[in-house]
């Protein structure tokens, strides 16, 4: 397990051939993080519990799914049947978040809770003990191939000092508008698990993107070991 992994978005793959695009990059990647909008929470519709069930079959990897839904705990247990291994939502839609964290949980899942760009720490802060990954946004939700929101970083190092006051073995996933020339900054803020979709998936060839996206972080990983 790399200290610091990669998870492809396939928001921006060809889903026409969903198997090849993700055996294309298993060799370097940690996991495949999977957006569901429901065009309620966002402008958006993407995919249900049946796609995540195809990724499921054409890998072994962990899979992290992303709800940008209005009702989360409706939907949790059906994800986590369908394949996830840990489930994000939004908890600014929902009157209990804890509540959702116990359904996620129940159905079998890890629980994560999603913080927007320059969102409040609040929900995330009474809950930080009960879930396993803390999901930063560097985007607006809804849509692949944005620019990678800066103003997004102070909240990112906000949550890792959080996470190491209280010594929670919570991860950082940093999602939206990761390539290349952003990479070092989510790291430095304090991510440690890289969501990219355009960067590697966006018509180009996506092996060698995630190839050269996993060789930086091994550059971090080793600059970090000392
Ligand atoms: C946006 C999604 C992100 C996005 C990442 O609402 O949560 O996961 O698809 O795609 P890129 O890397 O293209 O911003
Ligand atoms: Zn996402």
Redesign the pocket.
Known sequence: MHRLQLFP?I??ADWSRIGEEIRAVTPYVDGF?L?VMDGHY?ENLTFGPTLVEAVRRSCDLPLHV?L?ITDPAKYAKDFADAGADRISFHPEVVPDAAAVITTIRDAGAGAGIAVLPEGKLGALSQNLAEIDVVLM?T?R??????GFLTEALPNVARVRAMIQERDSSADIEV????KLPTLDAAVQAGGNIM?????IYDGIDARAAARTLRQRLDQLDAAAAG
């Open positions: 978005s928001l921006t993080h957006d966002v992303h940008m946004m985007v939700p809804g849509f692949g191939g944005q999602d939206g508008g990761v969501v990219s979709g355009s960067g």
